[in-house]
């Protein structure tokens, strides 16, 4: 069977292309998704499949089922873009100011909704049954994984695999991870309120920019000082904000990060730590610092059993040429929500382009052909686990 859906899905590559460039060209950012959702419910109904839109938010959920019994699996793919504005030089670029798809979720929707079309035209030959999820809002904390869930998206699963495009791996390559693959993504931000002055009577001041830059360079220790070295951990300040004139010392200075873990210990350690950190300065300052902690996604930690099988899959699925274990990386994605419900496997698809950037940067772009091998090995994935 795998042999039908891989000669389907080749003859649909040049329509997988329309539609990521559609896609594209027509970016929206997380939660604000409600043409794209259009769209992906278009193409379900223009196939006569059972299709599900407004799933806890913006997501849509389609649902194939095969003429004999079997178990249930699901497949997912996200579909939000960035607020970012796009620099590349192609035919296919970005045509809403400051919105692009640079993370590769373009890609990711072409290739599950033909993987549908060709596992729909297949179903009277399939046993079980496949849910194809399209996730809204996954650059965005909270996220759309979760209140999927909550409406329904899991229920009667049994299993879910997923793939993301990857512009850094190699093309024709599949990268899996066992265990901990994404780490747990979550930010804080810290507002320090001194008191300003005149910038040649610093005495009579309490300087917001220099108790800021106290705090950056205490919360850097946190990570070499507090985290046993076998485990994992980065906090970075992403902002620091204090804008006067310059001769003024600063009366307030706001900071942003994101702290990056595996271990739910670890993580909870590093809130602990950064508002001790902060509760200190502010007293050494004697000012009034407040700070705020935002819980992100958890980390996606994948199933040994169901990674071992995608592995072999991926290794008999044409035009793949290298499958190779990963290590885990500190970038964080909201499939986690899913593998805490139910067995599966997160993995990357390389994608790297002739002009390689990395995700997220504004001339981000991806090997097209790409898609191809994630349809495939997802696919195959789907088909295979009916047999396991």
Known sequence: MNKQLFEKLDCAYEEMVVIRRHLHMHPELSFQEEKTAQYIHGFYADLGVDVRTGVGGNGVVARIKGARPGKTVALRADFDA???????????????????????????????????KAIHELREDLAGEYVFIHQHAEEFAPGGAISMIEDGCLDGVDVIF????????????????????????????????????????????????????????????????????????????????????????????????????FNPDIRDMMEREIARVVEGTALANDCEIRFDYFRGYPAVVNHTVETEFLKCIAESVP?????????????????????????????????????????HHPKFDFEEQAMLLAAKTLGAAALGYQAE
């Open 82 to 116: 960035l607020p970012i504005q796009d620099e590349k030089d192609v035919p296919y670029k970005s045509t809403v100011p400051g919105v692009m798809h640079a993370c590769g979720h373009d890609g990711h929707t072409a290739a599950l909704l033909q993987l549908a």
């Open 162 to 261: 997923g793939t993301h495009l990857w512009s850094l791996i190699p093309y024709k390559t599949i990268e899996y991870s066992t265990g901990p693959v994404m780490a747990a993504a979550d930010r804080f931000e810290i507002t320090i309120q001194g008191a300003g002055g005149h910038g040649a009577a610093p005495h009579q001041t309490k300087d917001a920019i220099v108790i800021g830059a106290q705090l950056v360079m205490n919360l850097q220790q946190l990570v070499s000082r507090r985290v046993d070295p076998i485990e994992s951990a980065v906090l970075s300040v992403g902002s620091f904000v204090a804008d006067n004139a310059f001769n003024v010392i600063a009366d307030s200075a706001k900071l942003g990060g994101t702290v990056r873990t």
């Open 319 to 359: 035009g793949v040429e290298h499958v190779v274990e990963g290590k885990p990386q500190m970038g964080g994605e909201d499939f986690a929500y899913y593998l805490e419900k139910v067995p599966g496997t997160f993995f990357f698809t390389g994608a790297q382009p002739a002009d390689t950037y990395p995700h």
